[in-house]
């Protein structure tokens, strides 16, 4: 597909080649360019949501391994009586609520996951589903909002990460992250974004973040990833994200420069087209 390839970088040489090289695309595919205050902006809210996303989702995988060591955990599973999970940034870390599958849900597993990415404390297993609060009530229907919103996969199976949108007007946004079983690859095609209203129970808008199930190269011995990306001028909270989850340096060519994602952080390495001072 023109704009969007992937290697696996196992060595230093290619650097230099990735920053002169233009990125060849058709001139339909190329997004308006951005003035140097708006790449900027772009570049922060893509790190503060790439990262976010990233840790909630690491903290659903950290508190899920948790609560599978209880018996009655695993029994409420079979039982067909739990519905999911939300998550939810406190000042201890980030608590995660599992819910009950009933047509209101209820919380009925809690487990809060520190910044060191460890639950801290015990599993708490409520005697009795407590009500949700109202931040809970409504990460909860949009994340039910968004298991049956359709889309194009490129996976058996996805995770979601439900955030809550700060910008005026409030609101939800839902990503949908292909899982995958295989080693060595990293699944960033089909990974979606789903902006919902206020009451979680509304998609007023979504957009995909490639235009493939393009799966990048992952081996153990590659110092990095890279892919072309022409749907943004610059890389967006979903590279942030796969580069946090591949545990590697991304380098991401736009129709705007050539860009290195590394810690949760997007440098330009090289400017090209527009962008003014």
Known sequence: MLGMKRIAVRGAWWLAAFMVVPFAHAQEDAPAALGDAQVAQAILDAEATGRAIYLHDQAAAVATDAVMKLKAFRQDGKRGQLAGWITEQRDEGIVVTFLSSESIPRARYRATVASDGRVTGEVEALEEPAALSSYELGAARARATAATAKFEPCSKTYNSVVLRDDREGGGWIAYLLPGTTQHGVVPIGGSYRLDLDATGEKVVGQRGFTRSCIVLENPRDAVAIMITHLMDPVPTEV???????????????????????????????????????
């Open 239 to 277: 590279h942030v994200f796969w580069s946090a989850w591949a545990r590697k340096p991304m380098y991401v060519g736009t129709s705007q420069g050539g860009w290195k994602i590394e810690n949760g952080r997007i440098a330009l390495m090289n400017r090209r087209g527009g962008g003014n001072k």
